[in-house]
Nanobody, 129 residues
Framework: LQLVESGGGLVQPGGSLRLSCTSPGFPLDYYVIGWFRQAPGTDREGVSSITNSGTNTVYADSVKGRFTISRDNAKNTIYLQINSLKPEDTAVYYC???????????????????????WGQGTQVTVAS
């Protein structure tokens, strides 16, 4: 399983971006997907997660109301819509995957990076005027 993120870029404060996460040739239907971010000099932070069916979503308090996670299993893609961007949102954004069976046996939360076994290379989001 190889995860590929896209959609990052340079955007002005208040702007929006939509990040995408996919796995070419490998279906993600049975995987919980999380989005994480890491700014320079900081620890990786979980920002959002979505179950394999898309029924349940979780958000970090710092992004609630501005970030929306969704998935289109027919397109094998998970999205992170980011609105009202702030300079403090500047970071490399990663998507991560956990098989639902394995995830169900972990004691970690949906925003804990230890819940996820597969990681993408990340996409840079820079918010600056």
């Amino acid at each position: 399983l190889q995860l590929v993120e896209s959609g990052g870029g340079l955007v002005q404060p208040g702007g929006s971006l939509r990040l995408s996460c996919t796995s070419p040739g490998f279906p993600l239907d049975y995987y919980v997907i999380g989005w994480f971010r890491q700014a320079p000099g900081t620890d990786r932070e979980g920002v959002s997660s979505i179950t394999n069916s898309g029924t349940n979503t979780v958000y970090a308090d710092s992004v609630k109301g501005r970030f929306t996670i969704s998935r289109d299993n027919a397109k094998n893609t998970i999205y992170l819509q980011i609105n009202s961007l702030k300079p403090e949102d500047t970071a490399v954004y990663y998507c991560a995957a956990a098989h639902i069976v394995v995830y169900g046996h972990t004691n970690k939360g949906p925003l804990d990076q230890e819940s996820y076994a597969y990681w993408g290379q990340g996409t840079q989001v820079t918010v600056a005027s």
